[in-house]
């Protein structure tokens, strides 16, 4: 008798805690993730500054699995080889993803001083992540925010800011 009540209040508590915990590790996740893909676009930047030469940030969701790659502008993303997958379990959120598309990948052009390339407006844009079956609160986005190519991290917030949940 002793035995089942033990297991009852083990199985109560187990109950109460799992549902926390998964919330922890999804949030540990998609933190980490962004920090990759800020970290990536970051690196691009630099590697235009260093190489003087116009450098590209891609990014692409396939096969469920979320892929980025650094390379020179003169070279498409279907020529690009060597694509760096991020966490297992993040996506692209269906919102809040304003980099230039183009045939199935986003991306991002720095110039060799690290700017924004000519159409910079248009290139100004957000990456947002989220793990499936989330809210919005649980969003994590990179925002490259200048024509100088600024970058900074935010997260997704309950009421918009004009179209934006992300910022």
């Given at each position: 008798?002793?035995?089942?009540?033990?297991?009852?209040?083990?199985?109560?508590?187990?109950?109460?805690?799992?549902?926390?915990?998964?919330?922890?590790?999804?949030?540990?996740?998609?933190?980490?993730?962004?920090?990759?893909?800020?970290?990536?676009?970051?690196?691009?930047?630099a590697e235009a500054m260093q190489k003087r030469q116009e450098?590209?940030?891609?990014?692409?969701?396939?096969?469920?699995?979320?892929?980025?790659a650094n390379h020179p502008r003169s070279i498409t993303p279907?020529?690009?080889?060597?694509?760096?997958?991020?966490?297992?379990?993040?996506?692209?959120?269906?919102?809040?993803?304003?980099?230039?598309?183009?045939?199935?990948?986003?991306?991002?052009?720095?110039?060799?001083?690290?700017n924004l390339r000519s159409k910079a407006i248009r290139q100004?844009?957000?990456?947002?992540?989220?793990?499936?079956?989330?809210?919005?609160?649980?969003?994590?986005?990179?925002?490259?925010?200048?024509?100088?190519?600024?970058?900074?991290?935010?997260?997704?917030?309950?009421?918009?800011?004009?179209?934006?949940?992300?910022?």
């Amino acid at each position: 008798m002793e035995a089942l009540i033990v297991a009852a209040i083990v199985g109560i508590i187990a109950a109460i805690a799992v549902p926390g915990f998964l919330g922890f590790l999804n949030q540990r996740k998609i933190n980490a993730s962004r920090d990759m893909v800020y970290q990536a676009i970051r690196a691009t930047q630099a590697e235009a500054m260093q190489k003087r030469q116009e450098q590209q940030f891609s990014i692409r969701q396939r096969n469920g699995t979320v892929e980025w790659a650094n390379h020179p502008r003169s070279i498409t993303p279907a020529q690009v080889t060597l694509w760096n997958p991020l966490i297992e379990g993040v996506v692209l959120a269906d919102i809040d993803n304003t980099l230039t598309p183009s045939k199935g990948v986003r991306y991002v052009q720095f110039d060799m001083y690290g700017n924004l390339r000519s159409k910079a407006i248009r290139q100004q844009g957000t990456v947002t992540l989220t793990v499936p079956s989330a809210n919005r609160l649980t969003h994590r986005c990179v925002v490259v925010s200048t024509v100088l190519g600024a970058l900074r991290k935010g997260q997704g917030h309950k009421r918009p800011n004009g179209k934006r949940h992300c910022y």
